[in-house]
């Protein structure tokens, strides 16, 4: 799927802002619902950056102080389930049957052990 698919089936908006104005990778504004993306990032990062804010969208802003770690991994979690599902639609039964975590993992610059078990279990989801 594209970006601009993504906004689009979302019905949400794209804001690009420069390195220099703030060198976060981006954010989810609720009230425009509107996601402000840093532009020097690649299509990959801005695609990843993309799902997880769109994970943020049934969030209760009020909340986020009290429930920012659950909150982020949920809006990880989206992120992960987003493009396991753009990877696999891409691959034949086969593929799928010999799927890699780990080079997935890599590829999409996924790190800690809490990536690993979102994609692990994303992954089950997915193929049950």
């Given at each position: 799927m594209t970006i601009n698919e993504i906004v689009?089936?979302?019905n949400i908006k794209l804001c690009e802002y420069p390195?220099?104005?703030?060198?976060?990778?981006?954010?989810?504004?609720?009230?425009?619902?509107?996601?402000?993306?840093n532009s020097a990032l690649s299509e990959k990062e801005k695609k990843k950056v993309i799902y997880h804010e769109l994970g943020h969208l049934?969030?209760?802003?009020?909340?986020?102080?009290r429930r920012r770690e659950l909150f982020e991994i949920q809006a990880n979690r989206k992120m992960i389930r987003s493009i396991l599902k753009e990877e696999l639609s891409a691959c034949d039964k086969d593929d799928v049957k010999n799927?890699?975590?780990?080079?997935?993992?890599?590829?999409?610059?996924?790190?800690?052990?809490?990536d690993e078990e979102l994609v692990k279990e994303e992954f089950l989801k997915l193929i049950s």
């Open positions: 689009k089936q979302y390195p220099s104005l703030w060198d976060r990778a981006g954010f989810y504004y609720a009230p425009l619902r509107t996601v402000y993306i049934n969030h209760d802003a009020s909340q986020y102080d799927f890699n975590y780990v080079h997935f993992m890599e590829k999409y610059d996924l790190v800690t052990t809490l």
